[in-house]
């Protein structure tokens, strides 16, 4: 455990995780992750919804099936298919029961597609706001999640909502002696994301983020969705025009934003927190700044993340990657 790897007490110790895209099981990890690394903060750094539905289609006779991931199941028992729709929770999609009939309307629509999957996600992170004021009542620990590139923009007023979680994307917030400042936004990618736009314009919206912290740069977090350009936390693989991983995803490429590590090379803060690229796990300083991506093993229901101790408001005294 943790708290037993670092023998002294920190002013400060911070867990950060990110990218669970709508896995209910790290979401559940993430919520117990204070008490069970004796945080005072933990910090979701982006994208913590899902991509896709996965339609439960009523077979008559109490019968259902569905199809995940190109396999199709039968189940003939309510137990069968609750067991089904948590094993797609975990996986990080929303599974929802349907009839045959609506199944080929939304075959044939893609606009209802798209209301279905919307109103699934929305209601699944006010459900996850809800979980996160009941396990983290009364524990003194305070949560910060600020959405990712691939969150859409009603996500940002229901965590502002709710109790127990703070809304980071676009604010500096404090805790002990530290400012943490966060945004999901990042360089273009090839999907067209909700939150992305070019290199100068973001460098715009850092800089005006970052011009409004008042504490000094070892005292200072930049929670940065996107990680810096050629800084080894953004190799990602290479894809070719149709999309495809090439050369069977062993080649790589730099993909982070030059605007964010302009800002990190300009600012210094003591500590820069980044994901977006699961594959990319690791550390790396640019200056004195402590850069990391802990990545992400969402699909597997396992929760990657790093713990991080500050002491008395000066710097990063230690860290850990942490799996779990």
Not at 143 to 171: M, T
Not at 261 to 279: D, F, S, T, W, Y
């Amino acid at each position: 455990m943790i708290s037993r790897l670092f023998s002294r007490g920190p002013d400060t110790r911070i867990f950060f995780a990110t990218d669970i895209h709508g896995s209910e099981t790290c979401w559940k990890k993430f919520l117990n992750s204070g008490k069970h690394y004796e945080a005072k903060v933990i910090v979701l750094g982006g994208d913590m919804t899902g991509k896709a539905l996965v339609p439960i289609v009523e077979a008559g006779k109490g019968n259902w099936h569905a199809t995940l991931l190109e396999n199709r199941r039968d189940f003939t028992t309510e137990d069968e298919v609750k067991e089904f729709e948590d094993s797609v929770r975990r996986r990080g999609y929303y599974p929802f029961r349907t009839t045959p009939d609506e199944m080929a309307e939304l075959e044939s629509d893609e606009k209802l597609r798209d209301k279905y999957f919307h109103e699934e996600m929305l209601g699944t992170v006010e459900r996850w706001m809800r979980m996160a004021e009941e396990k983290l009542a009364g524990t003194g620990i305070e949560c910060y999640v600020s959405p990712g590139n691939d969150d859409q923009f009603e996500v940002d007023e229901i965590i502002a909502n709710a109790r127990g979680v703070h809304l980071a994307e676009g604010r500096v917030v404090e805790f002990g002696n530290f400012q943490m400042v966060s945004t999901g936004w990042a360089n273009r990618t090839p999907w067209d994301t909700y939150r992305e736009e070019d290199e100068p314009d973001l460098k715009k919206r850092l800089d005006e983020m970052t011009s409004q912290v008042t504490a000094p740069p070892e005292q200072t977090v930049y929670n940065f969705h996107c990680p810096p350009h050629q800084s080894g936390l953004d190799d990602a693989p290479e894809i070719t025009a149709d999309m495809r991983p090439k050369d069977a995803g062993r080649s790589t490429m730099p993909v982070g934003s030059t605007a964010v590590r302009e800002a990190i090379e300009e600012g210094q803060p003591a500590l820069a927190l980044h994901g977006h690229i699961h594959e990319a796990r690791g550390n790396t300083r640019i200056g004195r700044t402590l850069c990391i991506n802990p990545g992400s093993s969402y699909e597997q229901g396992q929760l990657l993340g790093a713990v991080v101790d500050l002491d008395g408001g000066k710097k990063v005294k230690r860290f850990v990657l942490t799996s779990g």
